[in-house]
């Protein structure tokens, strides 16, 4: 099993709705967690941090549950420029240091 | 403020050849990580430098992959004999010291190896 994996859609979304997805992680250990998103050939950009009571950025929704490992990003409202792909990112606290492990991204395509 | 930059952005080379690439985090950020990305695939950590600390090397698929990083800024990522399948985008990511802080990635070096 993957350390973190997602659903890799596509989520197909008419202009104007709202769509949620998940992210699971395996290492009840993991500590913080993110959401990217990432365009096409473009390096991945923080869309935003989650935290434990959740927390909301404008049209954006993240969630954490920790009881059942996983964390969401809902959209509402959705405009044709949140099409990309959604990448979850979770760091594991070792003392080493703080690798991200990363999902493996949610194809999320907004049509008029 | 100026964000992470890497050079080249891209880069063709001939299997076998070596290859050095190149990440300038953000002023300031004191962790430096790079991944790579292979096409349609997810991120993949290979090292991580945190300040004047050793640095986890345990993402490095073998031992022809090799970074450092002078002076607590720059880094360079040297892969040698390359093969095709080292063919990918490499990502280098800054972030402040600490678990909590965010990363952030550069724009990549896209590698292509024939």
């Known amino acids: 099993r993957k350390e973190v994996e997602q659903d890799p859609g596509p989520f197909n979304v008419p202009e104007g709705a709202t769509v949620a997805f998940n992210c699971t992680y395996s290492?009840?250990?993991?500590?913080?967690f993110f959401w990217y998103r990432q365009d096409c050939r473009k390096e991945p950009k923080l869309l935003m941090s989650?935290?434990?009571s959740g927390n909301e950025d404008g049209r954006f929704t993240a969630q954490l549950n920790r009881a059942s490992q996983y964390i969401s990003l809902l959209i509402r409202d959705s405009k044709l420029s949140d099409s990309a792909t959604y990448l979850c990112a979770v760091r594991e606290i070792k003392a080493a240091g703080n690798k991200l492990t990363f999902g493996g991204g949610t194809r999320v395509l907004v049509k008029p | 403020g100026a964000g992470v930059s890497q050079s080249p952005s891209n880069k063709v080379t001939e299997k076998g050849k070596d290859v050095e690439l190149r990440c300038d985090p953000i002023?300031?950020?004191?962790?430096l990580y790079w991944y790579r990305q292979s096409l349609g695939q997810g991120l993949e950590f290979l090292i991580y430098?945190?300040?004047?600390?050793?640095?986890?090397k345990s993402g490095l698929p073998s031992d022809r992959f090799s970074a450092e990083r002078t002076g607590g800024s720059v880094s360079t990522l040297t892969i040698q004999r390359t093969q095709q399948e080292d063919s990918a985008v490499y990502l280098c990511a800054s972030s402040r010291s600490g678990a909590v802080y965010e990363q952030y990635f550069g724009p990549g070096t896209r590698l292509t190896v024939t």
């Open positions: 002023s300031g950020h004191t962790a």
């Open positions: 989650v935290y434990s």
């Open positions: 430098f945190q300040g004047n600390s050793a640095p986890d």
């Open positions: 290492n009840s250990a993991s500590q913080s």
